[in-house]
């Protein structure tokens, strides 16, 4: 069972520091919403696209152009929001915020301050087996991206793609509850892998489409709890945003960084500019980028072409009905009804494609146990040997798998005679049954031939058989000569069984 409380951990000392310190984190999260077309145009949003030819002329902010809201990005925002049991405001509202750069061609960026779509939220971060941490959501508003800039293309000139421009974006933003560099990375783990059960984002963080602002202060021991008890932010420290992160271990390397240099300029009497940093993974370093804004430095205000969003209660009530078995109830449900163990559990709804895999197995099967040691065991560690395949890229179907697990169930076969039926399935596939049946590897359950194999063995070894006696446990070695002349196919319960009343045992 989950324990839901929220379990700080102890002050964190940092090596070479004079004092304890305690870390405080907040992040903003910046997941692309998963659709095909822009947030207020229809222009695609392939990824790999050739530069600038996923540009309308509302994303390359051509006069005149007026955008129009994608009712599907506000969906899978919405969508989103449940999912994180969040509160859905029915009344949200667009802004804009005013800033210059080269890949924003309109010079101010469509997003919500004032009245975000999302309101507060919860994820519960799996730390170890058997212990959650809450970390809340503070609020989900949907905003465009900006374009990209390139400046590696030539030596004296900088480039820029707009294809980027105008997708739809939610930026998630959690209170500053998670304490350490390890609970940063499972919290943002968490939240890839909720998102991706809901479709609404694909996770891919190699291509952007999820990356995360990481903002870090470090301050004494129990100031933490003085900001739980009067919010008021001034406990935790001054704090400096990473910027543009997309990497769960960069994430913990660039948190430890940080925090070591804060200290140090505490330590040393000094105090900590609130800045935006980036982090450089080469040097092990974060470095100043700029003075981190305020709101009012944007100076925001309501976009004039574009209406609030006002949806209707019955709407926002058809998508959480849609909404798919999320991993903490799923996770919940096969300890619960197949009695798997938290860990194989855990590893089997780490991604909605393994979860149904495994669960076609099992119902193919019969048997929930068996078939997580085999999805686990055996097939996990020969799609690692195998250029580490992905699930979805098994050789071996659900269907065939679930079958081969039957076969070991009705004592058709032995575990042993399953692995090899297994590779022969990997390698050449097939029907299991059909296989074991064409190939004579059905196991031998015949008692009167099993207790002849039984008796020879005894009868060619009279040493072994004195010492047996006097020594039960040496008569797994009976057991291990008979599987062997019977290749394998002997029923290993019968074998012991025999054995055993054969020496009197």
């Not at 939240?191 to 984002?201: K, M, V």
Request: net charge negative; with cysteine.
């Amino acid at each position: 069972m989950l324990d839901l409380t929220y379990q700080p951990p102890k002050p964190k000392v940092i090596a070479g520091a004079k004092h304890d310190w305690e870390l405080v984190i907040g992040m903003e999260v910046h997941a692309q919403v998963a659709s095909k077309a822009k947030l207020f145009s229809g222009a695609s949003t392939q990824f790999g696209a050739m530069p600038n030819s996923n540009v309308s002329f509302v994303d390359a902010a051509m006069p005149g152009m007026l955008p129009v809201v994608n009712e599907f990005c506000i969906e899978q925002a919405v969508r989103t929001g449940l999912g994180l049991k969040a509160k859905i405001n029915l009344f949200s509202a667009f802004d804009r915020k005013n800033y210059f750069y080269p890949d924003l061609p309109q010079g101010y960026q469509i997003s919500q301050l004032y009245h975000p779509l999302v309101g507060e939220g919860e994820i519960l971060v799996d730390m170890e087996p058997g212990v959650a941490r809450l970390v809340r959501i503070e609020r989900i508003h949907v905003e465009q991206d900006a374009g990209k800039s390139v400046h590696d293309m030539d030596p004296n000139l900088s480039f820029v793609d707009l294809n980027r421009t105008g997708v739809a974006l939610m930026e998630i933003v959690s209170r500053p509850d998670i304490r350490g560099p390890e609970e940063a990375a499972a919290y943002l783990s968490k939240l890839r892998q909720i998102l991706r059960y809901l479709g609404t984002c694909d996770g891919n963080m190699q291509n952007g489409n999820l990356r995360a602002d990481v903002n870090v202060s470090v301050c004494r021991p129990g100031a933490y709890e003085k900001y739980q008890e009067t919010q008021d932010f001034s406990h935790l420290g001054t704090r400096c945003e990473i910027k543009n992160m997309n990497s769960m271990r960069f994430i913990q390397a660039a948190i430890d960084y940080e925090a070591r240099r804060q200290i140090g300029i505490l330590e040393a009497g000094g105090s900590i500019d609130q800045e935006t940093r980036l982090y450089d993974p080469d040097r092990n370093e974060t470095r100043s980028m700029r003075s981190k804004e305020e709101a009012h430095d944007y100076r925001y205000f309501p976009d004039p072409d574009l209406l609030p969003l006002e949806l209707e209660q019955a709407w926002v009530d058809d998508i959480a009905a849609s909404l798919p078995e999320l991993p903490d109830e799923k996770k919940a449900r096969l300890v619960k009804e197949m009695g798997l163990s938290e860990y194989d559990a855990g590893v089997l709804t780490a991604e909605a494609e393994t979860a149904a895999f495994f669960e076609a197995v099992a119902a193919k099967a019969g048997e929930g146990k068996i078939a997580a040691n085999w999805v686990v065991n055996e097939l996990f560690g020969r799609l690692r040997k195998d250029d580490d395949r992905h699930i979805t890229e098994s050789p071996v179907s659900p269907d065939q798998l679930g079958g081969l697990i039957r076969l070991i169930v009705s004592g058709d076969i032995s575990g042993k005679i399953a692995k090899d039926v297994f590779e022969i399935l990997y390698t050449e596939g097939g029907d299991p049954a059909e296989i074991v049946e064409a190939r004579g590897l059905k196991q031998v359950t015949d008692t009167g031939a099993i207790e002849a194999a039984v008796d020879e063995v005894i009868a060619a070894n009279p040493a072994q058989v004195e010492k047996a006696k006097a020594n039960p446990k040496l008569a797994g070695w009976f057991v291990g000569q008979v599987m062997k002349a019977t290749g394998g196919k002997a029923n290993p319960k019968a074998v012991n069984d025999i054995v055993s009343s054969k020496l009197g045992l």
